[in-house]
T-cell receptor, first 113, second 110 residues
Framework: SAVISQKPSRDICQRGTSLTIQCQVD?????MFWYRQQPGQSLTLIAT?????????ESGFVIDKFPISRPNLTFSTLTVSNMSPEDSSIYLC??????????FGPGTRLTVL | SQKIEQNSEALNIQEGKTATLTCNYT??????LQWYRQDPGRGPVFLLL?????KEKRKERLKVTFDTTLKQSLFHITASQPADSATYLC?????????FGAGTTVTVRA
């Protein structure tokens, strides 16, 4: 199993600003994933972040809006850029265990005013 | 396009009864399906994985089935308890990338 922490746990931001969310894992992992969960909805994959390579974005998500860093095997950041109220969501990171299980962080609840 | 759907948004049951949740997929054949539990304000927690060549899998009071003919997975919580109240998500994987259903919120009444 993996223990994942995220910072911040929640934030309230003004329109047009950016927020960087940190994800820390207690073990080295190859693949990390970032998801968005909009109010009352299920999770949608934003991108896959592998150490040493550019993140791979899913349809509807672009690097300019959601730049991702993956400097080492235990850490990743997701930035939500030029925020609008539509970006209000819970953002979650996850890692794959090697046995097809995924472990999720507690999430970052973002509110954009 | 690939779709994964959970039919019921909410399920209310009496303590001690069995809760049965449905997950259907269309336009693809996943190699495996997963079930997660999500409590309010928390990230999903992995419960069970069932592969396409497995008919059934159990873990304590949980049972999952996978019917590739019906393109369906059923998730059962037997002898349900109020502590089982949560949202349950099914997910399919494509190269480790998960696609989630909308979830079914289960409420177990004491």
């Amino acid at each position: 199993s993996a223990v994942i922490s995220q910072k911040p746990s929640r934030d309230i931001c003004q329109r047009g600003t950016s927020l960087t969310i940190q994800c820390q894992v207690d073990s080295q992992v190859t693949m990390m994933f970032w998801y968005r969960q909009q109010p009352g909805q299920s999770l949608t994959l934003i991108a896959t972040a592998n150490q040493g390579s550019e993140a791979t974005y899913e349809s509807g998500f672009v690097i300019d809006k959601f730049p991702i860093s993956r400097p080492n095997l235990t850490f990743s950041t997701l930035t939500v850029s030029n925020m609008s109220p539509e970006d209000s969501s819970i953002y979650l990171c996850s890692v794959e265990s090697g046995d097809n299980e995924q472990f999720f962080g507690p999430g970052t609840r973002l509110t954009v005013l | 396009s690939q779709k994964i759907e959970q039919n019921s948004e909410a399920l209310n049951i009496q303590e001690g009864k069995t809760a049965t949740l449905t997950c259907n997929y269309t336009n693809y054949s996943p190699a495996y399906l997963q079930w997660y539990r999500q409590d309010p304000g928390r990230g999903p927690v992995f419960l069970l994985l069932i592969r396409e060549n497995e008919k059934e899998k159990r873990k304590e009071r949980l049972k999952v089935t996978f019917d590739t003919t019906l393109k369906q997975s059923l998730f059962h919580i037997t002898a349900s308890q109020p502590a089982d109240s949560a949202t349950y998500l099914c997910a399919s994987a494509n190269d480790y990338k998960l696609s989630f259903g909308a979830g079914t919120t289960v409420t177990v009444r004491a």
